[in-house]
């Protein structure tokens, strides 16, 4: 099976990144097709960023899709334009936000969340309002380092995460940590060892959520909000 | 002072109507600008329109401050775009939905909303939980006549959306009713005489809260989700 | 148009820089009548000085009407007496803390309100849960100075209510600040430009909501609770 | 002991109903002071009718104590003035409303209310928010009987409650009944055989209570909204 | 009347000192029967404890019902078993924590509670969440004291939670404390004194809750997930 | 990987038709040890049925660890002894309730769940709500047929889902079901067919997502209330 694990940002190093933690946890049949859209934004922090960001990723659904792809991942922290996707696209979408919201479900009772910049936590807390899981996050935190600066060493993100996990665990009574961009999905594994407590990482959690979805035969319903859409012309798209 | 009004679809005979609805009720000294975006789809019906609307918004938004707007209303229902205009504009943003929202609660104890198709109420119910007026909401309901329909006869909008306010009324315990796009202003007025509660237009209402906001010196806030978007290139925009 | 501006205590130095501040922000064609009872309380601090304030509340808005007025703010932060006043009227009525809660969350994701006495946290955090918004409130705190003192130098409310909202801005992670009491109102302004976030006073929130409802020809839904009183008797009024 | 049952309307022979339910079910070393204000309306049948008995049922509570009352019940089902009365109280006060919602919540996982008259259950449903008892309430029903008509055989009161106890059974899912007015209580025994689930009186349910806190030495809190009124007069009253 | 207090542990000797703490507020003409099951652990701490202590505690409730009992606590915080023995029993069942919730939401707008271990916390928190008071509560806390150690002198139980109950005053704007264990029930008066503010034992509660639903003639519905279980074999047991 | 799908009841035949189901979706390498304990009843219908279930799936948990498994699956709706389960387990635990909630998240804004009798209902919305997904839930119903008699072809237990199903759609908006039985996995593939929407088996779900966690490398919290139980003697057991 193919899996679309799209970065609704422009950068194809972060793109080849996220590509590899999808690889690297999928089942031994699934190809993943890591892709970008050509338009929109560098990066995805805040409000406007996601707006100039979905026409592409709307884009990539349709051409993964004629390229065999029967999932799709959306591999930005705030699950950008997830509600189109699902209307566009034939097969299962998954963000990566709530796939770590609901699989931290399954492992512990309360999680914090930990993303980049400030500006980011609001459209993060309205979508976990939204999918119903806010009494089970205890707190969304951020560390201040853009997300194109996450792997540059001077700014030692693994710390400012390290540091913020210590608190969650003490402050906010956390028992896991969701990493609250796809950037993060390098330090998971030793940000884990470090805590003690589970770390999530949303590209894995989506990627197998999609898997699973695709053996159990289930696609999204077409009964409610997530109709197919009406046959329109959108002027200059 | 000058308000935008920006209708997100291309419909300049809807935007006409609606520009007119909120000249209607403006104070004496303001002048409404009422703009659509010359990008996107004809009518908003759906997720998928709400993606192919905003960018095309945003630069309208950008253009009403040029010509000296300070402060903007979202004329669709789905407050579509709502976030991301607030980040972009120098001066308030209101989308009607919450205008309607909140007048309403000034009214009443319950209300009920009539929007035009099933498929979009996924979104508004969305909208009022991300408000917090969710429990303010009897119910969501659709008249299954489509956006640009309203106008034509042969689909007796008027009537249906009046058989839905009787249904409201009996079967929701509604005290008010909110029209659900921006396209009913014109019937609000004679459907309020016939059902003998209030019903709401969400133009109006958000024209009022921008005078409002105006007159107060308020302004939207820069210290959380609403900052100022990062300088950044949106590659294809 | 006559707005009454009610100031439900029975100070009339407090109703009189009430009324200055509601006629600053009305419109031009707006006379503030402001008004207090003669019976009740100096100040209203906590749930038994709201009860023997409304009836003379009602008193006053009955007499207002007579006088013309065609909507009614109700210029006490705990909105003592809104439903009732709303049963009792003909015209709209808006209480200042809604007025404010409702305004705030146009400009802002969260809000914190800074009130009086600590006594009076417990009525406004009912009120926010009421009206829906208590997920819009980051935290209600207390600066301790009494209603009466807020004018007295030696008390320095603003200092202390500056500090708090330091405090909102760094604990809660609030955007805005709504203004606690009516009579701080004249602190407003000050304190946004200190604080560079949104400072929202009830009494302008309320007038313009008042001028809002009025300009659209929305009055209070007869449906629900709010029908007008049957016709009794109350021994000893 | 002697508990107070202050029914706030001034309708002796109501009062006097109300006292013998409530010693019906008292302890033998419990004397019930059934009591009313000489002020305010007849029967409580909205908001409005709230307001003006407040004031007599404070001043109830104080006569009551001087004559040795150790607790109160306040026999409204709106839970009329119960914030203000505990402050005003050096005893414990208890609503009928909370009382029949807390007890029917350790029989029953969801519980329907059936009150009298329409324009009641607006502030009935807050009271159940406030308690945060909103989750196990089904719906609250109205009879559109009033209360000074219960004992009326021409409007066959008990025949109507028993239909909408048919009703919520059967549409609600309700497994428990809350009879919503202290002028119900006749009624209790007789539609919990005919219903087969419990039916709860509230008066009877707040007089056990209040010698349940009086045998454990419990009183109210003074840490936050009940805290002693602030010496204060109350012009007029 | 008889009513039966199960301490679902084995711990004899905590049973008798549960035992005198309920007889004491007991009515004149109550019996304490207080029994502990044979099978399970000496102390539940923890979601394993609860279960292996159940089918003791269903079958103390069948032999107190042997006895005369009419009325059932189930004497351990957690409300161990709660909704398994309302089915079993054909009297009136109350959970000490549950009955401590409800009265303190009589007494305080709200509380903190203050339990033994950490790892009960969630338990707590998640019965608060299914009863409808979780808004109630303002904060779970633990003194990190072993149940079985409460009594030992050398852990300074009443210290510890003195300490807490400091914390829970300045910290969560607590107005109340419940004791969050069976086997506080001895430190409540003490720590009542020296707070200001009530201190709640779960068992006294409890008792005298079920002695008000047996006065009322109130008994679990049968009409939801409180049926008498079917008629099967349960092997092994 | 060998999973371990436990049948909390008694009867060997369910538990082979539920294995079968496992095997049916498994991954490739995944190895179903389908088990269930010799003690408890031979179905769960109710809260007692539950309780006397749990010692022996936790036994069947050891025993299955023991054999190598390194994950397990509930296979029971209720989601029977979930929390203990997860505290004695050293690999993840999901139950088929949360599974199949979690998964109709990612396909539909609102799922309905039809289980088999109406006494079941109370606690699959207990566990709704502690899971935080009770918005995201329109209504549990029930067919009232029994576990046991779901493959008797008397029951039609498939003609009464779908007329269910039918009425979900219709009445409570549902845009996917939710199956609320073990049992009833067989039928998922037909109803889906015939109701256009999807239809989710636990039984599956929860096998996808066990996988899933254990492909990512991820285990339960051991910082909350899934702590390993403390080491103590459960007489009896």
Redesign the interface.
């Known amino acids: 099976m193919k899996i679309a694990v799209i970065n609704p940002n422009?950068t194809a190093a972060m793109t080849r990144r996220i590509g590899e933690a999808a690889q690297a946890?999928a089942?031994?049949?699934t190809q993943i097709l890591a892709r970008n859209p050509?338009?929109?934004?560098?990066?995805i922090?805040?409000?406007?960023?996601?707006?100039?960001s979905?026409?592409?990723l709307?884009a990539e659904i349709r051409r993964a899709e004629a390229d065999g792809a029967q999932g799709h991942v959306i591999a930005c922290f705030d699950d950008t334009?997830l509600?189109?996707a699902?209307?566009?696209a034939n097969h299962?979408v998954?963000g990566i936000g709530?796939a770590a919201f609901?699989?931290a479900?399954?492992?512990?009772?309360?999680f914090s969340v930990i993303t980049t910049l400030?500006?980011?936590?609001?459209?993060i807390?309205?979508n976990l309002?939204?999918?119903?899981?806010?009494?089970?996050c205890a707190r969304v935190r951020a560390v201040e380092v853009a997300v194109l600066e996450l792997e540059d060493p001077a700014c030692d993100a693994a710390g400012r995460i390290a540091d913020e996990i210590t608190a969650a665990?003490r402050e906010d009574?956390?028992?896991?940590i969701v990493l609250g961009c796809a950037g993060m999905a390098a330090f998971a594994?030793s940000l884990a060892r470090q805590s003690?407590?589970?770390v999530?990482d949303g590209v894995?959690?989506a990627v197998?959520?999609i898997?699973?979805?695709q053996?159990?035969?289930?696609?999204?319903?077409?009964?409610?909000?997530?109709?197919k859409?009406?046959p329109?012309?959108?002027?200059?798209?």
Do not use: W
């Not at 479900?105 to 309360?110: D, E, Q, T, W």
């Not at 309002?129 to 089970?136: A, C, D, N």
């Not at 289930?218 to 909000?225: D, E, F, I, K, V």
């Not at 329109?232 to 798209?237: P, S, T, V």
């Open positions: 422009t946890v089942a031994s049949g050509t338009t929109g934004p560098a990066s922090e805040g409000y406007v960023d996601e707006i100039y979905v026409p592409g709307l334009g509600e189109a699902r209307c566009v299962p998954v709530e609901h699989m479900s399954l492992l512990a009772g309360r400030h500006r980011s936590i609001a459209a807390e309205q309002l939204k999918y119903g899981l806010e009494r089970r665990l009574r956390a028992e896991a594994a003690g407590v589970p999530l894995g959690c197998k959520l898997e699973g979805l053996a159990l035969g289930l696609n999204t319903s077409r009964a409610g909000g997530y109709q859409p009406l329109k012309i959108y002027a200059g798209f």
